[in-house]
């Protein structure tokens, strides 16, 4: 049996998150188009027939400007000296940049091995793969490069591959059923966060976060979730954008989550959301407490 631990580390939108998700074969991290949609570390775990692998996703690596993005980066950094295998996901229908040689200086002196993971191959000429793959050999020495596409799935069973038979002999470290080490509140504010930052655009999706004030279990059967969330934004002109023109906005989140939720929690679920404006909480211990941002 293999077993052990593995780390999608990279720059915000490389596409960590959807790999997740692809090779766990359950939504996990929520996506979206913004950058670092991704705040918290998600643990996933996959059972094989010859192993186990926990696979965590981390948020992007980029220059911190708030204490909430500090912590961010110093989840995705601590994983480099924590896991058995670390994998770089880029993407490649963006040239490396400053950024990416940043996690590079990062990684220069681990003794874990490293695999570059070109993601987002579906979205290139195949004749341009095979440069970009000279171009990042040239800047550092990795274990493995392997091409895939999040998306669409295309070789992501052959990285799983190579993956497994790097990893160390061992014991499973999760039991068979076991699956995240993320709370059912988490997903709950994960679900709202990501409507919001699909349906909010400008400045909203950067300075909003999802609280659950209240997480009502269902009583029976039959029973329902009742979920009470405050969505926190920083100044008070970002409330009513939030709310919308007759609660209109707040309206399409909350029908949007509820859809979702009712689908992860296969539960009827009871959702209330309401707005506060919280100044400077990305530099408030107690709020970034609340989101799970230890």
Request: some cysteine.
């Amino acid at each position: 049996m293999k077993s052990g631990f593995v780390s999608f580390i990279g720059r915000p939108n490389a596409g960590k998150s959807t790999l997740l998700n692809r090779i766990i074969g359950t939504k996990l991290a929520i996506v979206s188009d913004k950058p670092q949609t991704t705040r918290n570390r998600i643990l996933g775990v996959k059972n094989y027939p010859d192993g186990q692998v926990v696979f965590i996703d981390t948020p992007g690596i980029h220059r911190p400007l708030h204490r909430m993005n500090v912590r961010m980066v110093d989840a995705a950094v601590d994983t480099i000296s924590e896991v058995d295998v670390l994998c770089l996901v880029v993407d490649v229908t963006e040239p490396p940049g400053k950024g990416d040689r940043y996690v590079l200086d990062l990684l220069k002196h681990t003794e874990t091995p490293v695999f570059l993971i070109l993601n987002k191959i579906d979205l290139i000429k195949k004749v341009n793969l095979l440069p970009l793959m000279q171009q990042y050999g040239e800047m550092a020495k990795f274990a493995e490069i392997i091409p895939v596409s999040a998306g669409t799935g295309d070789n992501v069973d052959r990285l799983e591959r190579i993956i497994l038979d790097r990893l160390p002999e061992g014991e499973p470290r999760y039991p068979p059923d076991y699956l995240t080490d993320q709370p059912e509140r988490f997903f709950a504010a994960e679900i709202v966060r990501e409507k919001l930052l699909q349906l909010t655009r400008a400045e909203i999706p950067f300075s909003s976060a999802v609280v659950i004030d209240k997480f009502e279990e269902p009583e029976g059967p039959n029973g329902i979730l009742k979920l009470y969330c405050s969505i926190v934004v920083e100044r008070n002109s970002q409330k009513p954008i939030v709310i919308g023109h007759g609660g209109d906005m707040i309206k399409r989140i909350g029908i949007a989550a509820r859809e979702d939720l009712e689908k992860f929690f296969d539960a009827k679920v009871f959702l209330d959301l309401h707005v506060r404006v919280k100044s400077e909480w990305r530099e408030d211990e107690g709020v970034l407490n609340d989101i799970g941002l230890k």
